[in-house]
């Protein structure tokens, strides 16, 4: 029986664990447009995706 491994940031009290992605991501840009924040990092095309 294989146990499905989940990464959870948030704590569940107001606060987030760090990495709040699991995985490798490189060259994070983090843009913001007014109140939202997105987050883009380097990886292979096709496509960009946005987090």
Do not use: W
């Amino acid at each position: 029986m294989f146990q499905e491994l989940v990464h959870k940031a948030d704590l569940g009290n107001g606060y987030c664990q760090n990495p709040v992605l699991d995985g490798d991501y490189a060259d994070p840009a983090v843009f913001r447009d007014g109140d939202t924040y997105y987050l883009t990092v380097s990886q292979n095309p096709p496509g960009l995706r946005i987090y």
